[in-house]
């Protein structure tokens, strides 16, 4: 018995030579999952960016449920806030002489909606009497899950779209190519404007199902840039010693495009998912500035803003910035932040950015 | 699929490479003119026959990838015939073409940017296998740590990734690749020259036992004279698409015939400070491929180049037994 | 399933022997040795951004007047994310004047480094000269100590006393202008009273004589049109055109074609002879040096294992990896059916173990090997070698070595 166990020790002990001096290398490097992460954080932008979007999902996703928890409300409740307001009524009419004279008279209201900000409402509330700050919060939910939603889509197509078109070339590559510039070249916006101005005319299509639509012709158009992206990165690997590898092996076409070429395209997919997220609610909150979006009285940042519009009078872009000022920032933050995560992220996935 | 059985009387041949010829055309083609093309390789025959070695040298861009590209039909053939174990390759549909793969290997230059990036070790080598079902499933992992012990790899790399190895692991793992497929065949297309000259040494043991184990043919493609003697059985001597010198490695190390190769032996630097060789510098540098000289390719820099050099282009001709040379300083009839 | 059950077994006793196999840092790890690195380079580049530096801190005396350069105990480390890169690890060797040394060893040896740190070229700043000295004796035997010199002094040394020929010429040779512009450059800017027609003239002279056929047409012509050979030739050239003291060849012909590495080979040995310079030249060819050096220095592993004299390093090598090196080449000579392999691989010099490094590859050691590095032993005036088998004069006979495989 001792014996056996001598033997066995034996073997290990020379197994663990063999080990040593063999083939180990024995020092340690940075995975590189790790680079990049150093790489990224190395930019000050790149995390400035970072925190712009936790704050923005903070914002997002756990604000409502914070106010939910100590306020007791929801997106929809509506204050009716009594306070005296200074009503001041114009117009003008034409005198017997001819003259134009402006009729001007001043008087003191009760009104409910429109609260500045105060401490309960630290933003006032809105037109409908909605509390403004609340608002923000579902509007920021909608338009991060839209664009979440709308680039999953997108790049997901594109990927399939573009492996296929990248790898097999000829008549397939033509094919989706072709329909890549179609798309490409058709303007963007006018034409969501068409559509969505469009179904907002078909009565049939219930309000709620819009944003459906909205996502779909996001995705259709957006998908494009994706696509072109895979294509470009795989004619380039195709020519790696590798994949002449993979051939010689014999392994299926499916299997070269899906293994070994798409994982490779992971790093560009990342850095332009994360460019586009900013894209997606930049087009969003243009639809619903435009009325064409998320339907009242759902909120939604365009939406917000939209109150301010100068056609339907001054007095909301002059008198009332609490409403619309925030709504403004909150876009612009996002799709900074998603700018610099990406520019961050395109850098530290780039080997030339190596010391 | 019985078309693309040739009648081979010769079985001891494995593979029989005929009149192959592999032109790329050049992508700048300016209008009226004809369309240009690298003659990457032009007219090349030979054969090798089951369990041997045969190497094929060249300097670089003289086509010995190419040779070894097209065999495999990475390429497509321009023209000529590859007939491997009795079947002409070119006849052969690209599902069934697939099928074959297996039996046919290679083994790349370039260590680092032949394994892919995003797959661990153990799925590198053995992912074919399960696709070709090369073993029942039962077996499949033992099956691949017994081919990576073969191979000089420790079990344990099968779940690291090949960024992780050092050029000559990553070679051997290069190797475990193709062995794991049961070739008949592998073309090993210079897989020393981007490592050091230690790991060298194991990676040629390790194919010289591997050979002997499982008794593999191999094409061995280098620039490195002294590796090719050492592997080879019989060796070819290409020049700007051209066999130039064919025949046994005891004939051409010991009697080499032709200008060139006699040039390409004196040229090996000697390990010894004392012995001076009595060196053949050749003038010049190889020319473009796009148009290459008339009549022999090697006149340019050809120390005995006679007026008939530059008009008739010298045939491959049989003048010992099995070696043979295109040059005009020996009888062409 | 028998081999992975080995594995586990191997695990297992590792781990109670306290081996580690993970592959990589940790993030305190890593932390840490950032840390560190910064605190070192701002050490080290405040003390290199030193202004007006009076001459006589860097004016030095040769150890012997006829070397033209002479490395002392040099050591050269990189400060990398993963750990200290101690590239060069205490290098002594010299270069006497009008002779070529070979510097042999494979690759990330530590070969490289030593050169650039003779240029102060190391990459900075996480390349830095830690200690030891680089003595320089110009035309005029001044002598210079490299490492303590400032970089505008540098600039008149680099290029005009000191040339480098790299292994890939087309990287050093600058893709948009012609080949004529970027040598009469050279010219221009180390030769004081140098007019362009001067400069003109140089450049033709020296591409003639490095035995370019039409100087004239490829003094107009840009790098790519010419062929790898070609443009090894004009580096060469341009080199030349100072009249160096000492030409630096790293890698010369590695990237080129056997019989255009005889043409270069050929050439370098006629250049020598013409200018009566050094040569530096480093390769991994153990047959380049045979042919062209004068004396050879082994490294490994950012050390000298064994130096001496061409003859001494090849008809009697005493170092382990040297035989090894030399054994492990094919050659028409190899008789038995198995080639010598040294096992294992080249270590990167990081965390370097205190005992020889060869320890874990070498199949001669014996018990002291493990426990300490050995001293250099000298065999001759210019024969040494880092053995403890050499300790007691040389003990070792190569013979053995040969019967024991
Ligand atoms: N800029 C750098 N930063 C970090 N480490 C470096 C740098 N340059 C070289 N090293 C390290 O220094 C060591 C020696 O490198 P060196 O270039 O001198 O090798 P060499 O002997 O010239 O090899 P080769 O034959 O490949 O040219 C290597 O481990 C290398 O990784
Ligand atoms: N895909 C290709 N397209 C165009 N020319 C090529 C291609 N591959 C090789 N060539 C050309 O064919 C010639 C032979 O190349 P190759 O077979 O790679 O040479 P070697 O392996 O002997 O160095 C060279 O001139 C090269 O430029
Ligand atoms: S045919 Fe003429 S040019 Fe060609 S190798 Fe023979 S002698 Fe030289
Ligand atoms: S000191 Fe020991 S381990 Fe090192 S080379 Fe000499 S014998 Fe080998
Ligand atoms: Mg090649
Ligand atoms: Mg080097």
């Known amino acids: 018995m001792i014996e056996k166990e001598k033997a066995a020790e034996q073997t290990i002990s020379n197994i663990n030579q063999e080990a040593r001096d063999g083939y180990e290398q024995h020092f340690k490097v940075i995975s590189p999952g790790r680079m990049v992460a150093k790489r990224f954080f190395k930019s000050k932008l790149s995390i400035a960016g970072l925190y712009m979007i936790i704050f923005v999902f903070l914002f997002s996703f756990v604000g409502p449920l914070i106010v939910d928890v100590t306020w007791g409300y929801e997106e929809l409740e509506v204050f009716k806030i009594e306070r ?120 049939t299509i219930p309000a709620e199902h819009r944003i459906y639509y909205m996502m779909a012709f996001l995705t259709l158009m957006g998908w494009t840039g994706v696509t072109r992206i895979v294509r470009g990165q795989i004619l380039m690997l195709r020519e790696q010693e590798y994949m002449l590898a993979a051939e010689t092996t014999g392994i299926s076409p499916m299997h070269k495009i899906f293994r070994h070429l798409v994982p490779n395209t992971m790093p560009q997919l990342i850095v332009s ?83 | ?122 799925e590198i080598i053995g992912e074919a296998v399960k696709e070709h079902k090369i073993v029942p499933r039962s077996e499949y992992r033992s099956y691949i740590l017994k081919v990576m012990h073969d191979c000089g790899l420790q079990p344990h790399y099968y779940y690291r990734y090949p960024h992780e190895f050092s050029g000559g692991q990553r070679q051997r793992i290069s190797i475990a690749r193709a062995v794991a497929l049961k070739p008949k065949f592998i073309i090993c297309d210079e897989p020393l020259s ?140 | 399933m028998g081999l992975l059950d080995k594995w586990r077994q191997i695990k297992q006793a590792e781990a109670e022997q306290g081996i580690d196999h993970t592959m990589y840092l940790t993030l305190k790890e890593e932390r840490r040795i950032s840390r560190e690195n910064n605190r070192i380079i701002r050490q080290f580049e405040r003390e290199k951004n030193r202004k007006n530096v009076p001459e006589e801190e860097y004016l030095t005396k040769m150890r012997d007047p006829n070397n033209v350069v002479e490395f002392e105990n040099l050591h050269t480390y990189f400060f990398t994310d993963v750990g200290t890169v101690k590239s060069v690890n205490g290098v002594t060797f010299d270069i006497p004047q009008g002779k070529v040394v070979g510097v042999v060893g494979e690759s990330g040896c530590g070969k490289s480094v030593t050169s ?90 020296m591409l003639n004589l490095v035995g370019i056929a039409d100087p004239q047409k490829v003094y107009n012509n840009y790098p790519h049109e010419l062929s790898g050979g070609m443009r090894q030739r004009v580096m060469i050239a341009m080199a030349l055109s100072c009249t160096p003291r000492l030409i630096i060849a790293d890698e010369p012909t590695t990237a080129l074609d056997v019989t255009i590495q005889a043409q270069i080979l050929e050439l370098l040995r006629d250049v020598k002879n013409k200018i009566n310079g050094s040569i530096m030249l480093i390769t991994h060819d153990l047959g380049v040096i045979a042919e062209m050096a004068d004396y050879v220095v082994v490294m490994y592993a950012g050390r000298i294992i064994e130096k001496g004299t061409v003859r001494e390093i090849f008809h009697n090598p005493k170092h382990p990896y040297t035989i090894g090196l030399m054994r492990s080449k094919p050659s028409g000579k190899t008789k038995d059916n198995r080639l010598y392999s040294i096992k294992g691989q080249v270590p990167n010099p990081i965390n370097m173990p205190n005992h020889c490094y060869f320890f874990n590859r070498c199949d001669r050691a014996i018990e002291i090997c493990a426990e300490e590095y050995p001293e250099m032993v000298q065999f001759t005036d210019t024969h040494s070698a880092a053995c403890h088998l050499c300790r007691n004069g040389g003990l070792m006979d190569t013979n053995s070595t040969k019967e024991q495989r």
């Open chain 1, 273 to 355: 998912a994360t460019l586009g997220l900013g894209g997606v609610i930049l087009y969003e909150s243009t639809l619903s500035y435009l009325g064409l979006g998320v339907p009242f009285p759902r909120a939604a940042w365009g939406s917000m803003i939209a109150l301010a519009d100068p056609s339907k009078g001054q007095e909301i872009l002059a008198y009332y910035p609490n409403m619309w000022v925030p709504a403004g920032i909150l876009i612009v933050v996002t799709v900074l932040g998603f700018s610099f995560i990406g520019d961050g992220l395109r850098d530290a996935f780039d080997p030339r950015m190596k010391r």
């Open chain 3, 116 to 205: 650039l740190s003779l240029m102060q070229l190391v990459q900075a700043p996480q390349g830095q000269i830690v200690s030891g000295s680089i003595r320089y004796q110009d035309r005029n035997g001044k002598c210079y100590e490299i490492t303590k010199m400032p970089r505008d002094k540098m600039l008149k040394v680099r290029g005009k006393e000191i040339a480098m020929i790299f292994q890939e010429p087309m990287t050093s040779l600058n893709p948009v202008f012609k080949i004529g512009e970027q040598m009469d450059e050279v010219v221009l800017l180390h030769e004081e009273d140098a007019t362009p027609k001067m400069a003109r003239e140089r450049s033709l002279e």
């Open chain 1, 84 to 203: 005296i307001d200074d009503m001041v009524s114009t117009a003008d009419f034409k005198g017997p002489d001819g003259k134009i004279y402006t009729y001007y008279d001043k008087s003191q209201t009760l009104v409910y909606f429109k609260a500045p900000p105060s401490a309960e409402h630290w933003l006032g509330t809105d037109t409908s009497g909605f509390d403004i700050l609340t608002r923000l919060m579902y509007g920021g939910r909608i338009s991060l899950t839209i664009s979440f939603i709308v680039i999953f889509l997108e790049t997901i197509i594109g990927v399939i779209l573009g492996g296929l078109a990248g790898y097999f070339g000829k008549w397939v590559d033509q094919l989706i190519m072709r329909i890549v510039d179609i798309l490409a070249c058709l303007p963007g916006l006018p034409i969501l404007l068409v559509l969505s101005a469009t179904i907002k005319s078909i009565d």
């Open chain 2, 1 to 122: 699929m019985e078309n693309a059985y040739v009648n081979n009387n010769n079985n001891d041949d494995i593979l029989i490479v005929r009149n192959l010829k592999k032109y790329y055309p050049l992508s700048k083609i300016s209008i009226g003119k004809k369309r240009s093309y690298v003659k990457a390789v032009d007219d090349v025959s030979f054969s090798i026959k089951r369990g041997t070695t045969m190497g094929l040298v060249g300097e670089s861009g003289c086509g010995k990838t190419t040779v070894g590209r097209t065999i495999l039909r990475l390429h497509d053939v321009t023209d000529g015939q590859v007939i491997f174990d009795g079947m002409d390759l070119a006849k052969i549909p690209p599902r069934k073409l697939r099928r074959l793969r297996p039996q046919m290997q290679m083994i790349f230059q370039d260590p680092y940017s032949s394994l892919s990036p995003r797959l661990p070790i153990g």
């Open chain 2, 194 to 333: 981007a490592l050091d000259v230690s790991i060298q040494a194991q990676i040629i043991n390790l194919m010289k036992d591997l050979q002997e184990q499982y008794g593999y043919t191999y094409l061995f493609i280098s620039h490195d004279l002294s590796v090719v003697e050492y592997l080879s059985d019989t060796i070819g001597v290409m020049y700007l698409g051209s066999m130039v010198e064919m025949g046994e490695k005891k004939q051409i190390f010991d009697n080499p015939m032709h200008p060139y190769t006699k040039a390409l032996l004196s040229a090996i630097p000697v390990s010894d400070p004392d012995v001076k060789m009595n060196r053949i510098i050749l003038k010049g540098d190889i020319p473009s491929p796009v148009n290459p000289p008339s009549g022999c390719k090697f006149r340019t820099r050809c120390p005995y180049a006679t007026k008939v050099c530059a008009e008739v282009a010298p045939k491959l001709k049989e003048y010992e037994s099995g070696h043979k040379v295109a040059c005009h300083l020996y009888s062409q009839d």
